[in-house]
T-cell receptor, first 114, second 114 residues
Framework: DTGVSQDPRHKITKRGQNVTFRCDPISEHNRLYWYRQTLGQGPEFLTYFQNEAQLEKSRLLSDRFSAERPKGSFSTLEIQRTEQGDSAMYLC????????????FGPGTRLTVL | AQSVTQLGSHVSVSEGALVLLRCNYSSSVPPYLFWYVQYPNQGLQLLLKYTSAATLVKGINGFEAEFKKSETSFHLTKPSAHMSDAAEYFCAVTWMDSSYKLIFGSGTRLLVRP
């Protein structure tokens, strides 16, 4: 049973550096979501793909954040010019269209910006 | 706008005691409601969901929740707590005609005393 995987699991970077995270969804799932979770809070929606199309972005996403899903399979989330406030857990989830309410989450990437 | 409120950031129970975690929602359209559990440094695991079928929903690990429209509540219960239930629990809402993005509450940390 291959679930949602994320890489890396942990990332430590210095302020101002760029970082990229990868998410591999469950293979037949056409919807992919990114969430951000800060300490002591619930996850907050960042963006959503249906196949390769990015259909919605949260206002949380500044122009330093970008996400892609080029072939409708894996996705990447890039943060440019990282700030200390970007330190958080970045979670990816996937679901099957038509049964879109089921979202399966990956283990997350924990980002620490020094 | 849709939102979720979880009453009590921390709940402590004795092993074998009833677990009750509270969730109230606000939604202008019929909601889909979820409970997820998160263990330290891990992603979220779906416990159960309500999607307009039976109002009493049974999930994994002996948990269940009841959708009460009149009270706008979806409280999570378990008759007898086990040490392994200690974790963070999140209530979430989504709805049709959206990306099905999840709106999460701030979470309740369940502590189980021996």
């Amino acid at each position: 049973d291959t679930g949602v995987s994320q890489d890396p699991r942990h990332k430590i970077t210095k302020r101002g550096q760029n970082v990229t995270f990868r998410c591999d969804p469950i293979s037949e799932h056409n919807r992919l979501y990114w969430y951000r979770q800060t300490l002591g809070q619930g996850p907050e929606f960042l963006t959503y793909f249906q196949n390769e199309a990015q259909l919605e972005k949260s206002r949380l996403l500044s122009d330093r954040f970008s996400a892609e899903r080029p072939k409708g399979s894996f996705s990447t989330l890039e943060i440019q010019r990282t700030e200390q406030g970007d330190s958080a857990m970045y979670l990816c989830a996937s679901s099957l269209g038509g049964q879109g309410t089921w979202q399966f989450f990956g283990p997350g990437t924990r980002l620490t910006v020094l | 706008a849709q939102s979720v409120t979880q009453l009590g950031s921390h709940v402590s129970v004795s092993e074998g005691a009833l677990v009750l975690l509270r969730c109230n929602y606000s939604s202008s359209v019929p909601p889909y409601l979820f409970w997820y559990v998160q263990y330290p440094n891990q992603g979220l695991q779906l416990l159960l969901k309500y999607t307009s079928a039976a109002t009493l929903v049974k999930g994994i690990n002996g948990f269940e929740a009841e959708f009460k429209k009149s009270e706008t509540s979806f409280h999570l219960t378990k008759p007898s707590a086990h040490m392994s239930d200690a974790a963070e629990y999140f209530c979430a809402v989504t709805w049709m005609d959206s990306s099905y993005k999840l709106i999460f509450g701030s979470g309740t940390r369940l502590l189980v005393r021996p």
